[in-house]
C-alpha cells in the first residue's frame, strides 16, 4: 500500500496480525526503488512485522541530505524502527541507529575509510554527466548488480560515497548492529564489510549462494531468514512483547 512517511513515498505492507512493537524500517540502495524490498517485505509480513519500505528522494543531493531525509522519516513514527538498508541503504541506516532499536546493514556499500570505493561505482554515467556534475545512471559494467538503467543518482551523492564522507558516527553500544555480507558479493569484498563491522562495533554475518542484489535474487530467502533470525535473537523479550498486550492503557 502507497502512502508517505515524512518527506519520503512508502510503500506498506501490513500483516495479518501484527506480533511486534516496533515497525521494520526498509531502506533501498543506489539505483533502485522501494517495491525491490516486496519478497523481504512479504516473508517478514508473514511472520507479523508491520514493514515500511521507503522510496529514497531522487533529488536528495548528498549523502546528508538523504540521511536526512531519513531522520525525518523515523521522526514521523509512533516508535523507533527496526532499519534494515540495503547498499547505500545500509549506510543511511547506520548513521541514524542512534534513532532505531536495532539496524541491519545488508550488502553495506563500504569505501572510504575502511576500503577502496568500489571501482565500478568510478564509472558511473557518461564522461560528460560527471564532468557537468549532471544525474548519473547505473555503470554499465555493473548491470547485474544495478539493473534499474532508467535511474539516475545525483552525482555528487555518488562523488560522497566514493570519497566517504561524512564518515560514519563511532560505535554506539546501546543499539544493536549487524552487518550481513554477502561472501561471493560482485560489488564489495567480504574482506570491506568484515573491517566496516569491525570499525563500528557490530556483528558481522556471512551470507552464501547470493549476490550483492540479494533483495531480488537467488538466495534471498535464506538472507531473509537470517535476518530475520538475528533480531529475534538480538532484541529478545524487548522488542517481542505482543503488540495487543503494548497497545493496552494503562
Same mark, same amino acid.
Given at each position: 500500500?502507497?502512502?508517505?512517511?515524512?518527506?519520503?513515498?512508502?510503500?506498506?505492507?501490513?500483516?495479518?496480525?501484527?506480533?511486534?512493537?516496533?515497525?521494520?524500517?526498509?531502506?533501498?540502495?543506489?539505483?533502485?526503488?522501494?517495491?525491490? =524490498?516486496?519478497?523481504?517485505?512479504?516473508?517478514?509480513?508473514?511472520?507479523?512485522?508491520?514493514?515500511?519500505?521507503?522510496?529514497?528522494?531522487?533529488?536528495?543531493?548528498?549523502?546528508?541530505?538523504?540521511?536526512?531525509?531519513?531522520?525525518?522519516?523515523?521522526?514521523?513514527?509512533?516508535?523507533?524502527?527496526?532499519?534494515?538498508?540495503?547498499?547505500?541503504?545500509?549506510?543511511?541506516?547506520?548513521?541514524?541507529?542512534?534513532?532505531?532499536?536495532?539496524?541491519?546493514?545488508?550488502?553495506?556499500?563500504?569505501?572510504?575509510?575502511?576500503?577502496?570505493?568500489?571501482?565500478?561505482?568510478?564509472?558511473?554515467?557518461? =564522461?560528460?554527466?560527471?564532468?557537468?556534475?549532471?544525474?548519473?545512471?547505473?555503470?554499465?559494467?555493473?548491470?547485474?548488480?544495478?539493473?534499474?538503467?532508467?535511474?539516475?543518482?545525483?552525482?555528487?551523492?555518488?562523488?560522497?560515497?566514493?570519497?566517504?564522507?561524512?564518515?560514519?558516527?563511532?560505535?554506539?553500544?546501546?543499539?544493536?548492529?549487524?552487518?550481513?555480507?554477502?561472501?561471493?558479493?560482485?560489488?564489495?569484498?567480504?574482506?570491506?564489510?568484515?573491517?566496516?563491522?569491525?570499525?563500528?562495533?557490530?556483528?558481522?554475518?556471512?551470507?552464501?549462494?547470493?549476490?550483492?542484489?540479494?533483495?531480488?535474487?537467488?538466495? =534471498?530467502?535464506?538472507?531473509?531468514?537470517?535476518?530475520?533470525? =538475528?533480531?529475534?535473537?538480538?532484541?529478545?523479550?524487548?522488542?517481542?512483547?505482543?503488540?495487543?498486550?503494548?497497545?493496552?492503557?494503562?
Amino acid at each position: 500500500m502507497p502512502t508517505t512517511l515524512g518527506p519520503l513515498a512508502a510503500d506498506v505492507t501490513t500483516p495479518e496480525a501484527e506480533k511486534f512493537t516496533a515497525p521494520l524500517l526498509l531502506l533501498h540502495g543506489l539505483w533502485d526503488r522501494a517495491p525491490a =524490498w516486496r519478497r523481504f517485505a512479504g516473508y517478514l509480513a508473514h511472520r507479523g512485522w508491520h514493514c515500511i519500505a521507503l522510496e529514497r528522494r531522487g533529488d536528495a543531493a548528498d549523502l546528508a541530505a538523504q540521511v536526512a531525509d531519513l531522520r525525518a522519516a523515523i521522526a514521523a513514527l509512533p516508535a523507533p524502527p527496526v532499519i534494515v538498508g540495503h547498499d547505500l541503504g545500509a549506510l543511511l541506516a547506520l548513521h541514524c541507529a542512534d534513532a532505531a532499536r536495532a539496524v541491519i546493514a545488508l550488502a553495506p556499500l563500504v569505501g572510504p575509510p575502511i576500503a577502496a570505493p568500489p571501482p565500478v561505482l568510478l564509472r558511473a554515467g557518461t =564522461w560528460l554527466a560527471r564532468r557537468r556534475g549532471a544525474p548519473l545512471r547505473a555503470p554499465r559494467a555493473a548491470r547485474t548488480v544495478y539493473p534499474r538503467r532508467d535511474l539516475r543518482e545525483p552525482a555528487a551523492l555518488v562523488q560522497d560515497v566514493l570519497a566517504g564522507r561524512p564518515p560514519l558516527p563511532p560505535p554506539a553500544v546501546a543499539v544493536p548492529r549487524a552487518v550481513f555480507a554477502v561472501e561471493d558479493d560482485d560489488l564489495i569484498p567480504a574482506a570491506s564489510a568484515r573491517v566496516l563491522a569491525h570499525q563500528i562495533g557490530a556483528e558481522l554475518h556471512l551470507v552464501a549462494g547470493t549476490r550483492h542484489a540479494v533483495l531480488t535474487v537467488a538466495g =534471498w530467502e535464506s538472507c531473509v531468514a537470517a535476518v530475520h533470525r =538475528w533480531i529475534i535473537q538480538r532484541l529478545g523479550v524487548d522488542l517481542l512483547a505482543m503488540y495487543e498486550e503494548a497497545m493496552q492503557p494503562e
